[in-house]
């Protein structure tokens, strides 16, 4: 009962502002309605979900974002997580500090900046032009290719350091004689990494690449602030397409709430895959 007393005010906590909100989210699906004049609708709303091609779009282009950009962050920051990790490298404390800088940084405010630095006049296209002699300006905001390649830019360079720290982490664990052994036994550096660094980190890799695909399927900040889902809707993500059913098109909050359990099933499918590719027993 001591036990019991002690955590009750949390459960009740995150019964009232997690489990609630989600029931009630999962209700309002089966409605359909202008504004707040709902009413029930069943199915109706799953079955224009798969029939809607915009949502299909946001859809597409989310999954482009996550199957390019996370496996690339993850790999770049276990690889920064290595070589900063190396006890001859000198000033790691500087470079571990302005590698994570990034993922503290405002969500607006670098989105905006990268907005900046893309344009057609902005820094990137000019130092481009007089480096690498490019006839003429990249439509980086502009060109459906060219935006989503902005985008996944952007993500990476904010969100790469956040993992690396947990990666980090993961190898100053790792027992320094297990290393010294493999070196006894003639394993290169190339073959410790692979046979002992990758398998020993598996459990954080995993963790790494399983928030950051729920990240990437919950994506808003940055399109809405760098191409606000343009060109057309080449880089709307499914978070946007929730937005402006909800607050720019005519209000739907029972479509957009289906929308949303979409991400849901989304991250849940995802996550199963990468536990069976993982070889987890647990997933």
């Given at each position: 009962m001591i036990g019991w007393a002690f955590i009750s005010i949390a459960t009740l906590m995150i019964c009232l502002f997690y489990f609630y909100p989600m029931i009630q989210s999962l209700i309002l699906s089966f409605h359909s309605g202008t504004g707040v004049n709902l009413q029930f609708v069943g199915l109706?709303?799953?079955?224009?979900?798969v029939q809607d091609p915009v949502f299909l779009t946001t859809v597409k282009n989310t999954v482009i974002y996550?199957?390019?950009?996370?496996?690339?962050?993850?790999?770049?920051?276990?690889?920064?997580?290595?070589?900063?990790?190396?006890?001859?490298?000198?000033?790691?404390?500087?470079?571990?500090?302005?590698?994570?800088?990034?993922?503290?940084?405002?969500l607006v405010a670098y989105s905006v900046i990268f907005k900046y630095l893309f344009s057609q006049d902005g820094i990137i296209n000019i130092l481009l032009i007089k480096l690498v002699h490019i006839?003429?300006?990249?439509?980086?905001?502009?060109?459906?290719?060219?935006?989503?390649?902005t985008i996944i830019i952007a993500i990476t360079w904010r969100?790469?350091?956040?993992?690396?720290i947990f990666f980090l982490?993961?190898?100053?664990?790792?027992?320094?004689?297990?290393?010294?052994?493999?070196?006894?036994?003639?394993?290169?550096?190339?073959?410790q990494f692979f046979r002992i660094t990758i398998p020993m980190m598996k459990p954080i890799i995993l963790f790494t690449t399983i928030t950051s695909?729920?990240?990437?399927?919950?994506?808003?900040?940055?399109?809405?602030?760098?191409?606000?889902g343009g060109p057309g809707n080449a880089t709307m993500t499914i978070s946007q397409y929730i937005y402006n059913l909800s607050f720019k098109y005519t209000p739907d909050f029972g479509y957009a709430a289906t929308v949303s359990y979409a991400i849901v099933i989304l991250i849940v499918f995802f996550s199963i895959i990468q536990f069976k590719v993982a070889g987890d027993k647990n997933g």
């Amino acid at each position: 009962m001591i036990g019991w007393a002690f955590i009750s005010i949390a459960t009740l906590m995150i019964c009232l502002f997690y489990f609630y909100p989600m029931i009630q989210s999962l209700i309002l699906s089966f409605h359909s309605g202008t504004g707040v004049n709902l009413q029930f609708v069943g199915l109706d709303n799953y079955v224009r979900l798969v029939q809607d091609p915009v949502f299909l779009t946001t859809v597409k282009n989310t999954v482009i974002y996550l199957i390019i950009q996370v496996p690339i962050m993850i790999i770049l920051a276990l690889f920064l997580s290595v070589l900063l990790n190396n006890k001859t490298v000198k000033l790691k404390g500087f470079f571990r500090t302005a590698i994570f800088l990034p993922c503290v940084t405002s969500l607006v405010a670098y989105s905006v900046i990268f907005k900046y630095l893309f344009s057609q006049d902005g820094i990137i296209n000019i130092l481009l032009i007089k480096l690498v002699h490019i006839s003429e300006p990249i439509q980086w905001l502009t060109d459906p290719f060219w935006a989503k390649i902005t985008i996944i830019i952007a993500i990476t360079w904010r969100w790469t350091g956040y993992n690396m720290i947990f990666f980090l982490s993961g190898l100053q664990n790792i027992d320094e004689s297990i290393y010294e052994a493999a070196r006894i036994d003639g394993a290169s550096s190339i073959q410790q990494f692979f046979r002992i660094t990758i398998p020993m980190m598996k459990p954080i890799i995993l963790f790494t690449t399983i928030t950051s695909t729920i990240g990437t399927l919950q994506l808003f900040d940055e399109v809405m602030n760098i191409t606000k889902g343009g060109p057309g809707n080449a880089t709307m993500t499914i978070s946007q397409y929730i937005y402006n059913l909800s607050f720019k098109y005519t209000p739907d909050f029972g479509y957009a709430a289906t929308v949303s359990y979409a991400i849901v099933i989304l991250i849940v499918f995802f996550s199963i895959i990468q536990f069976k590719v993982a070889g987890d027993k647990n997933g």
